[in-house]
């Protein structure tokens, strides 16, 4: 339970911040809005701010934080908050929105069963999201205030039934509800009826088994209607008649045999339609030319369908058959010209369909060729007019890409994905010429640095070089400058390719993770854009004290799973504001490279060494820290640890819940820091604080 002292004190920060704050309608100081995080997208007017609050203990600190954004001139454009488990929120969450203006409220694993009526009070919200908050029932009684909700999503609950008045918030401007991932049971018929002008309404992936005409005679403006994965038995031939504007229909994985004549009924009204494993073949459907207006066709059926089978879908602009067993055929023999001109996304996933295909598709620009048995890219696979921009090919068998094979996507191609191969070299002409890509993923490939042994003649011209010789397929200059994004995990690189990264002057997130680097130098010093940089998961031993002092730009770090064991000399760029260091080898918490991080808000010291965290070493954490991850250290929970306890109230920091616990005394073996101890057994603190648990209170024994 927060003390009464510690109310107050957050109280008194909240007015301090708003005297501060002199209405600018930008984000206040980050330590007045703790445990939330403030963002202001630099596209935006400059009222429009987004909050997240991620790691707030209990709503009567999300409703402090709020405080600052009230009034009309404050607009927040995506409010977050997620993992508040308050017991208590029947008295704390009075009021908590009060007077603000949102865009979207997203609310995920939270606890709301005691929500009270006057939770919204003169509150502007158009989007709202409950997810994953094992909600029984909507709250109905809060919501009611808000009638400005046009979107609802209660994604992942466990709703069974809805009520006849479930959804009376909105006051008739409810256009989109979303119950995937629920439990209901039918068609909630009777709620429905409450939302005369509902446009889209996803019901799948829950426990209905039969729809009828009587279940969406109501919903004459229904536009998109989702059903994919619900046990459908039975389904009226006229079922969907009544949806006289309906355009997209998603059936996935619907086995019912009564699929193919309610389907017939409305296919020629439907512009997007999803059967992918459902118990009806398209090619039944489509019998002559002109037929359908489909533009987008999701048909992940693996069975015998052939694109040639969809040659009368003349409007077809995005077209999935991922999986399905085309024929031995090539397209490119059997269709002439481009048959599928309007196609401009296709994925092709899973099937044996040539890369050389694609000339049917003569305007496609995203292409989706994952689990493809294409062994070797040549200049004779794409088209010399080519219009492709996007491009994945992961978990192919791909080993060898030859000069100039991409040649004709030099102008187009931005984001490309080759992961999961078995490339183990690059011809600097391969994708050297790509002058517009933006995003390359290489990762999981076999791009690895060998040693072999060296002939008798060299030995004798390079006694110095004897032993052998190293091997380093990217340590070259073969990328265009233009990456801005480039992952090359899982390589087995033994250091970072210097010459490879220093040509890329845009590089802006960097994936080194799952290789066998021993050290980190200089080599990143001229990648000054760098805002993330992924490291985890290697053999790093030592760090450069300066490795990353050039990198102004970098804001989310990730050293983790490295025998680094002391971090006290590294000087870390200020701007950080995420820090991985799990599984470091880390004995004590060494500030002094962490001080000057002044946007520090996450730091991740989980599966350490650590025993207690010292006064000295919180004094050094930045005061911007929002989140702390102790989760798998042997904690000593003896008195000497109360220091740090106070540090994180005053601080209004959240210790990481999971796996937090305390190792010694054996009395309280087991038992979370914060949530679980009565630290009042203790002597007082230099604050006179009496903390005791608010869920189950073990008294401390010392000695």
């Not at 409703?63 to 704390?92: K, Y």
Request: with cysteine.
């Amino acid at each position: 339970m927060v003390s009464l002292w510690s109310r107050w004190s957050a109280t008194f920060v909240a007015l301090l911040s708003l005297i501060c704050w002199c209405g600018s309608g930008r984000c206040p100081n980050r330590n007045s809005i703790k445990p939330c995080t403030c963002s202001v997208d630099p596209e935006a007017a400059a009222h429009v701010v987004n909050v997240t609050c991620l790691h707030a203990r209990t709503w009567y600190h999300v409703r402090e934080v709020l405080r600052l954004f009230r009034g009309e001139h404050r607009f927040i454009q995506l409010l977050h908050i997620e993992n508040v488990q308050d017991v208590h929120s029947d008295t704390l969450m009075r009021g908590i929105f009060r007077h603000l203006h949102i865009e979207q409220l997203m609310i995920k694993n939270c606890l709301m069963d005691r929500w009270r009526k006057d939770v919204f009070v003169n509150t502007t919200v158009y989007s709202l999201s409950i997810v994953s908050s094992h909600l029984k029932r909507i709250p109905t009684r809060p919501l009611t205030n808000v009638r400005t909700i046009q979107e609802a999503s209660f994604v992942n609950n466990q709703l069974s039934s809805l009520g006849h008045r479930s959804l009376t918030f909105g006051v008739d401007e409810l256009a989109l509800l979303d119950f995937k991932h629920n439990m209901l049971e039918s068609v909630p018929r009777r709620a429905l009826q409450m939302v005369p002008k509902l446009e889209i309404l996803v019901l799948s992936h829950n426990l209905i088994r039969s729809v009828s005409r009587e279940d969406f005679c109501k919903l004459t403006n229904l536009v998109a209607l989702e059903l994919s994965h619900n046990p459908l038995v039975h389904i009226a031939a006229d079922a969907f008649v009544p949806l006289m504007l309906l355009k997209h229909i998603g059936l996935a994985g619907i086995l019912s045999q009564d699929l193919p004549a309610a389907l017939q009924r409305i296919l020629r009204r439907l512009i997007s339609l999803d059967v992918s494993n459902a118990s009806v073949h398209i090619s039944t459907l489509i019998e002559r030319q002109g037929t359908s207006t489909l533009e987008s066709l999701v048909a992940q059926v693996k069975t015998d369908l052939s694109v040639i089978d969809l040659v009368n879908l003349t409007s077809l602009v995005d077209l999935d058959i991922r999986g399905s067993r085309q024929g031995q055929r090539r397209l490119s023999e059997t269709m002439r010209g481009g048959a599928f001109g309007s196609v401009e996304r296709l994925d092709i996933s899973e099937t044996e369909i040539a890369l050389s295909s694609l000339s049917v598709f003569p305007n496609v620009r995203v292409v989706f060729m994952n689990h493809n048995p294409t062994v070797y890219l040549d200049n004779k696979l794409i088209r010399p007019i080519s219009r492709i921009s996007v491009l994945h090919m992961e978990h192919c068998e791909i080993r060898q890409i030859s000069a100039y094979a991409l040649w004709p996507l030099r102008l187009t191609l931005r984001e490309l994905n080759l992961s999961y191969n078995k490339l183990r070299h690059l011809n600097w002409r391969s994708l050297f010429p790509l002058a517009t890509l933006k995003s390359l993923d290489l990762s999981y490939n076999e791009f690895r640095d060998r040693w072999g042994a060296t002939r008798r003649r060299n030995r004798t011209r390079h006694s110095r070089r004897a032993r052998g010789f190293a091997s380093f397929p990217l340590n070259r200059r073969l990328l265009p400058p233009s990456i801005e994004v480039l992952s090359l995990a899982g390589n087995g690189l033994q250091r970072i390719p210097e010459r490879l990264t220093s040509g890329l002057l845009q590089l802006k997130h960097l994936n080194l993770a799952g290789n066998e680097l021993r050290s980190v130098q200089l080599e990143l010093r001229v990648n000054r854009k760098l805002a993330e940089l992924n490291l985890n998961n290697n053999r790093i031993s030592y760090v450069h004290p300066t490795a990353f002092e050039q990198l102004r730009r970098l804001r989310h770090l990730n050293l983790g799973w490295n025998p680094i064991g002391d971090i006290g000399a590294v000087r870390f760029p200020p701007r950080l504001e995420y820090l991985g260091l799990t599984r470091c080898l880390l004995k004590i918490v060494d500030s002094r490279s962490l001080a000057s991080l002044a946007n520090l808000y996450h730091l991740d010291l989980s599966y350490n060494g650590l025993r207690t965290i010292n006064v000295n070493a919180t004094s050094g954490l930045p005061s911007s820290l929002v989140y702390l991850d102790l989760e798998g250290n042997p904690l000593d929970c003896s008195c000497q640890l109360m220091p740090f306890i106070d540090w994180l109230s005053d601080h209004v920091v959240t210790l990481s819940t999971f796996g937090t616990i305390c190792y010694t005394p054996a009395s309280l073996r087991y038992l979370h820091p914060v949530r679980d101890m009565c630290w009042s057994t203790c002597q007082p603190s230099t604050t006179g604080r009496q903390w005791d648990s608010s869920l189950f209170c073990k008294p401390i024994v010392t000695g």
